[in-house]
């Protein structure tokens, strides 16, 4: 494998979604609404947590860190494709395609490990009532976040570094809104089999091992609701988890069709789709699943509008 300074390719090109010009201009004011009611419901969110005091719990702060990833996540590539929207070539140099990509991937990681812990948050609160205040303190509680944000970005060194250093000599057309994996890899000049096979054990044992820990922690979870006696108390424990539930279906459900799959030719425009759904429409649709399902939540919206 040839090191990163012999790589002769300068900046990259991104085609976006379309290469329609016509069709680029009329997605931007979408896209642009989405990004900025992304911004606002998530801000609003870390706020709200923030300022009021019946929110300063565990599964709230979680989500408030949920909602600062979601931030980040959506600002790494949607600024970008904007632009791409109205410019006829959108250029991106190498060292922001790859700080693109590893910002990505890192607030990925972080964001799968935010909700594998948040899964066996809930895991505490209905399985182990009485020790929840012990179990999950302040202090736990601090650490557990910490260590989410410290994995993801130490996480995703390894294959973002192992791709960078790929030597890139022709090609520099990227047929994607952001760079990625697959794309990058196609378009280096050899096929490097351990660079390869290492971004993908790497990204898959991450994906695997976020989901799995949360697929554990709901079947403790329905293994002690539905040994509730009254259906009032199983739909109080359930409406708990069923915003979080949906959140991972979403997220996880699309990363994992992206990132373990067998290998090959796989529909571009699909990928292309997918790849909008978990980093643009997600970050979006996590303040509205959560807040709208979620009695404190609207309480303390409505303290804030009669103040």
Not at 19 to 48: E, S
Not at 155 to 169: A, D, E, G, K, N
Not at 278 to 306: C, D, G, H, M, Q
């Amino acid at each position: 494998m040839q090191g990163g300074n012999e790589t002769e390719v300068k900046d990259f090109i991104l085609h976006g979604l379309f290469i329609n010009r016509g069709t680029k201009i009329a997605l931007f004011p979408l896209f642009l609404v989405v990004y900025i009611l992304t911004l606002v419901g998530n801000i609003m969110i870390i706020m709200l947590v923030w300022s009021n005091n019946s929110l300063h719990k565990p599964m709230y702060i979680f989500l408030g860190n949920l909602s600062f990833v979601e931030i980040w996540y959506t600002t790494s590539t949607v600024p970008k494709m904007l632009s791409g929207f109205l410019s006829k070539e959108n250029y991106i140099s190498f060292t922001g395609c790859f700080l693109q990509y590893y910002f990505l991937f890192s607030l990925g990681t972080t964001e799968c490990f935010l909700l594998a812990t948040m899964g066996y948050d809930r895991y505490l609160a209905i399985c182990q009532p009485l020790r929840y205040n012990m179990l999950m303190s302040s202090r736990i509680c601090s650490c557990l976040a910490s260590s989410c944000w410290i994995a993801g970005f130490i996480w995703s060194i390894l294959p973002v570094s192992l791709v960078s250093q790929l030597p890139f000599c022709k090609e520099n057309e990227i047929d994607h809104f952001l760079c990625d994996t697959g794309p990058l890899l196609e378009l280096s000049c050899i096929r490097d089999f351990v660079t390869e096979v290492a971004s993908s054990i790497c990204t898959s044992c991450m994906l695997v091992l976020t989901f799995s820990s949360t697929c554990i922690s709901y079947v403790f979870i329905i293994q002690t609701t539905v040994r509730i006696p009254s259906s009032t108390g199983r739909h109080k424990a359930f409406s708990t988890c069923a915003s979080h539930l949906t959140v991972v279906i979403i997220f996880f459900g699309c990363a994992m069709y992206m990132y373990i799959r067998p290998s090959g030719k796989h529909p571009l425009n699909v990928d292309k789709l997918v790849a909008v759904l978990y980093t643009i429409f997600t970050p979006l649709l996590n303040p509205i699943i959560y807040s709208l399902r979620n009695k404190e939540f609207i309480k303390a919206v409505k303290k804030v509008i009669k103040h």
